[in-house]
C-alpha cells in the first residue's frame, strides 16, 4: 500500500572522508541516527546531498543505503531530477527499482522550460513510475517558478501528488491548497511553521539534519495537537539554526554543524568550500548554545 508522506522530512547530507570520498559507513549510521531522533521521513540526493556532485555509482550507492537502512520505518524519497527528461525518468525507474517509497523531481534547471514543457516532463515520468512524485519547486536553482496555476495542472497528473514549495511566500501554500483540492500535498521548501500553519502537510528541512527531533516535534504540534503558540515558541528558539543554513551555506555549513557535533559529515565537493574560520567558529558556537550532539 503507498505511503501517505506527511511530517518533517530531512533532504540529507551526503557524508564524505577528509579526501571527498562517499563514506557509506556514516551514511548509515546518519540514517539511523535521524530515525531514532524521530523523524518522520528522509530525502537523499537532493540539492543539500549534493547530488549534481556525484558519479552515477555514488548515487545507486547513496539511495541503496538510506533505503536499506530506513527498512520501512520511515519514507524515502530520492532525489531524481535531472536536465534531460529521459534521465530524469531513467532515476525514477532506478529509485523505484531500489525500493524507494517515492521521488522527488526538480524541473530542468538550465533550459528554462515553459509551462507546457514541464507539464509534459512531469507527466512523461509519472505515466511511467508507479512511484509518488514530489515535485520541488525552487525557483532560486531551477530558473522556472512552478507557480499555483501550473501547480494545478501538475496536479491533474495521476503520480504528481506531492510539492516542495521552496519560496518565501507562504500565502502559495494555501493558494496551492485552493487549487488543487485534495490532488495535491504540500509541503514546505523553506519555512516550516508558517508553511504548517497554511495547511502544508510537511515540511522538507535542510536544519533537521541536525536537529531532527525538535523539528519534527514542530510539525506535530502544530498538525496533530493543534498547539499553535507552543509551537510558535519552538520555531523562534530554533530560527538561529535555521536560518545558519540557508542561503549559500546550506551545505557547508550543515556539515560543519554536523561535525562540531562529532558526526564525520566531511567536506562539500568542490566547487563549494569548507567555511572560512570565522563563519566555521559561529556554528561550533551554535552547536555548544543548542547543547547539539550526535549521538549515533
Known sequence: MTKRFRGTYTVMITPTDAEGRLDLKALAAFTEWQIA????????????????????????????????????????????????????????RQAEALGADGVMIIP??????????LVHHYRTIGEAIGLPIMVYNNPATANVDLRPDLVARIAEIDNCRY???????????????????????????????????????????????????????????VADEEK????????????PLIEAVGGQ??????????????????PPRPPRLPL?????????????????RFDG
Open 37 to 92: 531522533q524521530g523523524i518522520h521521513g528522509l530525502i537523499p540526493l537532493g540539492s543539500t546531498g549534493e547530488f549534481l556532485s556525484l558519479a552515477e555509482e555514488e548515487r545507486v550507492a547513496v539511495a541503496e543505503t538510506v533505503i536499506r537502512v530506513a527498512a520501512g520505518r520511515v519514507p524515502v524519497l530520492v532525489g531524481t531530477g535531472a536536465e534531460d527528461t529521459r534521465e530524469a525518468l531513467r532515476l525514477s
Open 108 to 117: 530542468p534547471f538550465y533550459a528554462t522550460p515553459t509551462a507546457d514543457e
Open 276 to 292: 572560512p574560520p570565522a563563519a566555521d567558529a559561529a556554528m561550533r558556537d551554535l552547536v555548544a548554545r543548542f547543547g547539539l
Open 163 to 221: 510539492i516542495k514549495e521552496s519560496t518565501l511566500e507562504v500565502t502559495r501554500v494555501r493558494d496551492i491548497l485552493r487549487l488543487c483540492g485534495d490532488r495535491m500535498t504540500v509541503f514546505g521548501g523553506i519555512l516550516g511553521f508558517e508553511s504548517f500553519v497554511e495547511g502544508a502537510e510537511g515540511w522538507v528541512a535542510v536544519a533537521s539534519n541536525v536537529a531532527p527531533g525538535p523539528l519534527a516535534r514542530l510539525f506535530t504540534l
Open 249 to 266: 551555506a546550506y551545505v557547508a555549513g550543515t556539515k560543519a554543524l554536523l561535525t562540531h557535533m562529532g558526526f564525520p559529515a566531511g
Open 228 to 239: 499553535l503558540r507552543e509551537a510558535r515558541a519552538l520555531s523562534l528558539h530554533w530560527l
